[in-house]
């Protein structure tokens, strides 16, 4: 006699499904919930390829075996992230390419401004970290004047990115 997936034999299995998950799953270091969920969805896939169920409690015991043995198995192979991916001071690939972007945008809007202007920004967002008077002595200008300079640079990159990158509205709406 073979069983096709029925309300009739899921609710037969469900208890003999539990208890052999629970005394798989300590050894197989996997939850027995899990277990048990895999164990349903091999059931699904089998009967969908026209597998024939003819003892159907053999059948799900081997089948809670052989997930108990997969995933001890997968799990010698798997490695864990040293450090999660969320962990990394550097954000993830999204936050990563979006300040790779930022910092692309910034930089060509710098190469735009006029007179002394990008090389002044360019030796302010020097990852070197200058001094003021490192600066002054590269770009030729008193020290003094690199205040009031830079003030006047960050100005027209402001209203340059201003136009080009444009402002939210205060409630969130672009």
């Avoid at 969805?41 to 409690?57: I, N, Q, S």
């Avoid at 053999?58 to 043995?69: F, I, K, P, S």
């Amino acid at each position: 006699m073979t069983f096709s997936l029925s309300y009739d034999l899921v609710i037969t299995l469900r208890p003999l499904l539990a208890a052999e998950a629970s005394a798989e799953a300590g050894a197989g270091g996997v939850e027995p919930g899990d277990l048990e969920q895999a164990v349903w969805l091999r059931l699904l896939e089998h009967l969908a390829a026209g597998g024939p169920l003819a003892d159907p409690a053999a059948w799900l015991r081997t089948a809670v075996r052989d997930e108990a043995h997969r995933t001890r198995h997968a799990a010698h192979r798997e490695r864990p992230y040293v450090t999660e991916p969320a962990d990394d001071p550097r954000g993830g690939p999204e936050q990563r390419a979006l300040r790779a972007e930022q910092r692309h945008t910034l930089h060509a809007a710098v190469r735009r401004l006029p007179g002394r202007c990008p090389r002044l920004m360019a030796a302010l967002l020097s990852p070197k970290d200058l001094t003021y008077r490192e600066i002054a002595g590269e770009l030729g200008m008193s020290q003094g004047s690199l205040g009031p300079e830079r003030s006047r640079c960050l100005g027209c990159l402001r209203r340059m990115l201003a136009q080009e990158v444009g402002t939210p509205d205060p409630w969130g709406k672009e």
